[in-house]
């Protein structure tokens, strides 16, 4: 069968290499804890919980398409104006709105060597063309990302911090990553970890979202507010990005369980302490337990870290996880992200904390 007698996609999408998200299988294990995909031990605000199932009780009525509600809360924690604020179903589908509405094919999109996967993948989708800037110390290097603008660059997606090393840009740098681009040139800020952040030197963005014009910070609620599996996003952004986001997304791209959880979990701001200050002890004592062990993390500042396996020896990132998921503790591969001898772990109860440790004090002396 050739191709011409049946529909082909355009081009660029056959070259995507599907997301593959965290596992959650651990077959033969007595008790899986999953920690493949940066979600909080401490689950959504009991606050969620209750506007969800009172949401469910109107499940035949349409959501309100703007999802002011929410746009509201999330405006009162911050002290942003809601007209800046577009909600969507998860950050992802925002990446993929911002790239569909400002990339013509044959448009370049900038993003960093270790970056999220996510901004390949919308690249490509909307028609354009991936270039990846070179990293330093698995740290974005902004001269990396100016030295890749060309006449046909379009957008740069930056996660701040990153993922999957858990490293992030000062401030300073940001500005000067901003400085240096074009005015036309949409740089997008994903600060999908910001509320883990405890650095002076770090700023999600809403400063230069509101001091410039090419600038968009885009947000979560699948990470500290635990609500990942209802699909919350938002992005603060000027008015003409939101204005032109708003006309080529779906009427009612966030659902009504969604808007009235969100709304409900943003308020709980003694929630997300409790999850940043449990990161913040964990991540620390992880980092600490695992470099005793031999074993090298990346410095980072999110709800993950990156472990780094020794490239001789025989204990291989790949044994490595297949060690750990035998005893129920699902980590991340992240060849497809430049580490292939590397696993990814989130930051965990402390019960899952201990057991990754002890099971690679063991692998590693076995
Ligand atoms: C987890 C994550 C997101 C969030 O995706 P959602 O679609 O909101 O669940 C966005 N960016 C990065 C870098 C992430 O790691």
Same mark, same amino acid.
């Given at each position: #069968?050739?191709?011409?007698?049946?529909? @082909?996609?355009? !081009?660029?999408?056959?070259?995507?290499?599907?997301?593959?998200?965290?596992?959650? $299988?651990?077959?033969?294990? #007595?008790?899986?804890?999953?920690? $493949?995909?940066?979600?909080?031990?401490?689950?959504? $605000? +009991?606050? =969620?919980?209750?506007?969800?199932?009172?949401?469910?009780?109107?499940?035949?009525?349409?959501?309100?398409?703007?999802?002011?509600?929410? &746009?509201?809360?999330?405006?009162?924690?911050?002290?942003?104006? +809601?007209?800046?604020?577009?909600?969507?179903?998860?950050?992802?589908?925002?990446?993929?709105?911002?790239?569909?509405?400002?990339?013509?094919?044959?448009?370049?999109?900038?993003?960093?060597?270790?970056?999220?996967?996510?901004?390949?993948?919308?690249?490509?989708?909307?028609?354009?063309?991936?270039?990846?800037?070179?990293?330093?110390?698995?740290?974005?290097?902004?001269?990396?990302?100016?030295?890749?603008?060309?006449?046909? @660059?379009?957008?740069?997606?930056?996660?701040?911090?990153?993922?999957?090393?858990? @490293?992030?840009?000062?401030?300073?740098?940001?500005?000067?990553?901003?400085?240096?681009? !074009?005015?036309?040139?949409?740089?997008?800020?994903?600060?999908?970890?910001?509320?883990?952040? &405890?650095?002076?030197?770090?700023?999600?963005?809403?400063?230069?979202?509101?001091?410039?014009?090419?600038?968009?910070?885009?947000?979560?609620?699948?990470?500290?507010?635990?609500?990942?599996?209802?699909?919350?996003?938002? #992005?603060?952004?000027?008015?003409?990005?939101?204005?032109?986001?708003?006309?080529? &997304?779906?009427?009612?791209?966030?659902?009504?369980? =969604?808007?009235?959880?969100?709304?409900?979990?943003?308020?709980?701001? /003694?929630?997300?302490?409790? /999850?940043?200050?449990?990161?913040?002890?964990?991540?620390?004592?992880?980092?600490?337990?695992? @470099?005793?062990?031999?074993?090298?993390?990346?410095? $980072?500042?999110?709800?993950?870290?990156?472990?780094?396996?020794?490239?001789?020896?025989?204990?291989? =990132?790949?044994?490595?996880?297949?060690?750990?998921?035998?005893?129920?503790?699902?980590?991340?591969?992240?060849?497809?992200?430049?580490?292939?001898? /590397?696993?990814? #772990?989130?930051?965990?109860?402390?019960?899952?904390? &201990?057991?990754?440790?002890?099971?690679?004090?063991?692998?590693?002396?076995?």
């Amino acid at each position: #069968m050739s191709s011409l007698d049946r529909p @082909t996609p355009r !081009p660029g999408v056959m070259n995507i290499a599907a997301y593959v998200p965290g596992s959650d $299988s651990a077959p033969g294990a #007595m008790k899986v804890w999953k920690l $493949s995909s940066n979600e909080t031990p401490l689950g959504p $605000s +009991p606050a =969620a919980r209750e506007a969800l199932e009172n949401a469910g009780r109107h499940l035949e009525l349409y959501p309100d398409g703007s999802a002011t509600k929410l &746009r509201e809360a999330i405006a009162e924690t911050y002290g942003l104006n +809601p007209a800046n604020i577009l909600c969507s179903n998860g950050s992802d589908e925002l990446l993929g709105l911002l790239a569909q509405t400002y990339l013509t094919a044959g448009d370049e999109g900038i993003y960093s060597e270790h970056g999220f996967l996510v901004y390949r993948i919308q690249i490509l989708a909307s028609g354009g063309v991936p270039v990846i800037a070179p990293e330093k110390d698995e740290r974005a290097d902004v001269d990396a990302i100016l030295a890749a603008v060309t006449e046909r @660059t379009k957008i740069v997606f930056l996660a701040n911090p990153n993922n999957p090393t858990g @490293t992030y840009l000062p401030v300073d740098e940001v500005r000067r990553l901003q400085r240096g681009l !074009p005015g036309h040139v949409l740089l997008v800020l994903d600060a999908a970890y910001a509320e883990y952040v &405890r650095r002076n030197d770090y700023e999600a963005g809403i400063e230069l979202v509101s001091s410039s014009e090419n600038v968009v910070m885009t947000r979560t609620f699948s990470k500290i507010y635990g609500l990942a599996g209802l699909r919350i996003g938002w #992005m603060y952004a000027p008015a003409h990005v939101v204005d032109a986001v708003n006309r080529v &997304r779906g009427p009612f791209n966030v659902n009504a369980l =969604a808007i009235e959880a969100g709304a409900a979990a943003i308020r709980d701001k /003694a929630h997300v302490e409790r /999850a940043a200050v449990h990161n913040e002890e964990w991540r620390t004592w992880l980092t600490d337990e695992l @470099t005793k062990l031999g074993l090298r993390v990346t410095p $980072s500042i999110g709800n993950f870290v990156l472990i780094h396996f020794p490239e001789n020896g025989g204990k291989t =990132a790949e044994k490595a996880d297949a060690f750990l998921t035998a005893r129920g503790f699902v980590l991340r591969r992240v060849t497809g992200y430049g580490f292939p001898n /590397a696993l990814r #772990m989130t930051v965990g109860a402390e019960e899952a904390n &201990r057991g990754v440790v002890s099971a690679l004090a063991e692998f590693m002396g076995g």
